[in-house]
């Protein structure tokens, strides 16, 4: 099993790392590299969370070894041991031998750092630029980042001048890259608390609260009115835009040096509005320089960047409309289904997608009454309050892991506890959980967050460019520190247990921060304490009324512009249910005519069809006739008698018109041809449509 564990790992967090990027990314649309940056920031992180267990079970069996082999004598030296000389050790199951960790550590750490502070921020201009090449998106790119490079230049540069003019330091290159990484741990560890502080209430208040009893429908009618909003404003944005290129493309003409870009440009614009601009449009047309003002290349580019932006935009806005739709449907059928005394549920309109012959044996009616009306509202209630418990005991922790006789820490004395036994799985477990709270508290507030327009990572292959690259930076810069944060909160770090224990390959790799003593012992230390403040900020919903207050609405239940949202919402809501139930009855109503009437309908079109093929097959004989057996005299007797039989009046020699009456001859029988056409019309017409009306009216002209 040497090394086992850790190669299963690697391979299921790459997977999971797929899968969600799969949720919110576009594999189909968007540039392969953005989606292969994207997809190795999110993997490097996942892989720190996953594989930290790891390292600190095979850190703990190291400890272990080093107290058994060595004498008291010797472990005043470089390490103490924690566990008595005559304990035997025990390897874990999930042993990873020396010398991996380090260089694994090693090449996570830079990577990712690489991604974070070079990469990514470039590859995010490269994709929001406008420009129609690559050395123009290039050269945009590095201009909008010249600052963003400059100002961390510069820094740098004023740092290793004082430290070259003063000659108390003495530093060396370990040092500098200390230095640097608890620079970039800094600037981490300040953004980490806020989404901490934030996750730790939101999380388990959000599923309390989607417990309650017509909460989630209320929230999704809000939802809704404001993304109306949304929806129409994109659409409105999106035809000025489209107006603007059509004026660019009437005004360019096809022989034009810029008619390249513009045609760029239309590639990137919805099909609808392509044929629309693509009519009126001369290939042949001059241009006249002088007497014509015509964009340049630099408004052409503006336009490019508008045109993916807007496009973007509505199309993100249309699918989540439609995903909201579902949702509030579904809703609605669960508030109606709790009073069911069949215990069955009952849709009002069926999926639109096909579901798993599977899910659907194992999910019926009857179990789907039960998980949804009775046993989802409890089980959201039991994991509000284990989540809730997780919060205070990471709150209690962060306040009190500098306390290290006596150890106050909570997940510390757990550690600690399972170390004197050497229960491997359980410290594996312990140290699992706890890191994946902590990094579901914070990675959930990033996907939550919404910086108006710009950052906005929306499901269902929604997400822009621009916000898959910023997601992705967000993640290396927060994962480092986090997970040192955690090794704080276990006392696995030196720096904090003020042991001199063998450290954790990931500790190792960070070096040691007592190069920046007023980072180490004091920013580390007493920053993480402001998670109470942020935590009681967000259980009385400072931020929520602050955005309330400039104009942002948000979701409040003693708002009464949210009551006039969700009023809103409803209505549009019923609208669109209205909407779509109407379409359902038309199709019913023509399914159910196609069924009645369909065998009568395809003898009918057979009639026709026979029809028509004996006129162009009579046609077709009187056409290849040779036509040297016609003289003049001939010719002239055929044209004669057509104009006769043009002249002559059609007789009707069928059954049904024959009557011996003189005065009802004509007009009865005109009335049940009358009649008899008027049914087969309603009939044709109200199954098929206009196709069908065509193919009809030809047969009723014939």
Request: aromatic share 14%.
């Amino acid at each position: 099993m040497s090394g086992a564990a850790l190669g299963l790992e690697i391979v299921f967090v790459f997977f999971l790392a797929l899968f969600l990027l799969h949720r919110y990314g576009d594999f189909k649309k968007q540039h392969r590299l953005v989606i292969i940056a994207t997809l190795l920031a999110w993997y490097l992180c996942f892989l720190i969370v996953f594989i930290l267990p790891l390292d600190v079970s095979t850190t703990i069996y190291n400890r272990c070894k080093l107290a058994v082999n060595s004498s008291p004598a010797e472990s005043n030296g470089s390490y103490v041991s924690l566990a008595p000389s005559k304990q035997k050790c025990f390897k874990p199951w999930s042993y990873i031998p020396n010398g991996i960790m380090p260089v694994f550590w090693r090449v996570v750490y830079w990577t990712s750092q690489f991604l974070t502070w070079i990469l990514l921020p470039f590859m995010q201009s490269y994709a929001r630029s406008g420009g129609f090449s690559i050395t123009g998106k290039i050269k945009t790119a590095l201009i909008e980042n010249a600052i963003y490079y400059g100002t961390y230049l510069l820094i740098f540069g004023a740092f290793l001048i004082y430290v070259a003019v003063n000659p108390n330091f003495n530093l060396q290159w370990n040092q500098l890259q200390t230095i640097g990484i608890a620079a970039a741990n800094t600037w981490g560890l300040f953004l980490l608390v806020l989404l901490l502080g934030y996750g730790l209430v939101e999380i388990p208040r959000s599923h309390w609260n989607g417990a309650k009893r017509g909460y989630l429908l209320m929230k999704t009618y809000f939802k809704a009115a404001k993304l109306m909003t949304e929806k129409a404003d994109a659409e409105e944005n999106l035809e000025d835009i489209m107006e603007e290129v059509r004026k660019v493309s009437e005004s360019i003409k096809y022989n034009h040096p810029l008619r390249k870009c513009v045609d760029t440009i239309l590639k990137k614009c919805p099909t609808e509005y392509q044929e629309r601009m693509g009519r009126n449009m001369d290939d042949y047309e001059d241009f006249d320089e002088r007497q014509n003002s015509y964009p340049t290349e630099k408004s052409l580019v503006k336009l490019h960047k508008q045109v993916i932006y807007s496009v973007q935009r509505h199309r993100r806005t249309q699918v989540q409309w439609q995903i909201l739709l579902e949702q509030a449907f579904y809703l609605e059928d669960v508030a109606k289904n709790e009073t069911s005394a069949t215990r069955q549920f009952v849709h009002t309109f069926h999926s639109q997608e096909p579901e798993n012959k599977i899910i659907q044996y194992f999910y019926t009616p009857t179990v789907e009454w039960y998980w949804e009306c009775l046993l989802r509202p409890w089980f959201y209630r039991v994991l509000a309050v284990v989540l809730a418990t997780f919060s205070v005991i990471v709150v209690w922790s962060e306040c009190t892991f500098f306390s290290t006789n006596p150890v106050l820490s909570l997940f510390a004395v757990f550690i600690q506890l399972a170390e004197k036994t050497y229960n491997y799985i359980y410290i594996e477990m312990a140290c699992f959980l706890t890191i994946f709270f902590l990094s579901i508290c914070v990675y959930s507030t990033v996907f939550r967050i919404r910086v108006f327009n710009y950052y906005y990572l929306a499901s269902h292959h929604q997400t822009d460019a621009y916000s898959l690259l910023f997601s992705g930076m967000l993640f290396c810069r927060l994962t480092p520190p986090l997970c040192l944060n955690f090794l704080g909160l276990t006392h696995m770090d030196a720096t904090i247990s003020h042991k001199k224990t063998q450290p954790t390959a990931y500790t190792s790799i960070m070096g040691s921060m007592k190069v920046l003593s007023f980072i180490a012992d004091g920013f580390y230390i007493y920053y993480p304490m402001l998670v109470v403040i942020l935590c009681i900020a967000t259980y009385f919903s400072l931020g929520t009324r602050c955005l309330n207050l400039l104009g942002f609405q948000q979701f409040m239940g003693d708002n009464e512009m949210t009551s006039d949202l969700i009023d809103e919402g409803k209505e549009l809501i019923r609208r669109e249910k209205r909407k779509r139930q109407r379409q359902e009855e038309g199709e019913n109503r023509r399914r159910e005519w196609k069924e009645r009437y369909g065998n009568r309908d395809d003898s009918t079109r057979n009639r026709v069809v026979n029809t028509d093929q004996k006129e162009s097959s009579f046609s077709e004989t009187n056409a290849n006739r040779p036509l040297s057996k016609y003289t003049r005299s001939n010719g002239r007797t055929e044209r004669d008698r057509i104009e006769l039989l043009q002249d002559a009046e059609p007789l009707d020699f069928n059954a049904d018109s024959i009557n011996d009456d003189p005065l009802e001859s004509d007009s009865g029988r005109l009335k049940r041809e009358i009649e008899k056409n008027l049914a087969y019309l309603d009939m044709t017409f109200l199954e098929s449509g206009v196709d069908n009306w065509t193919s009809f009216s030809g047969w009723y002209l014939y």
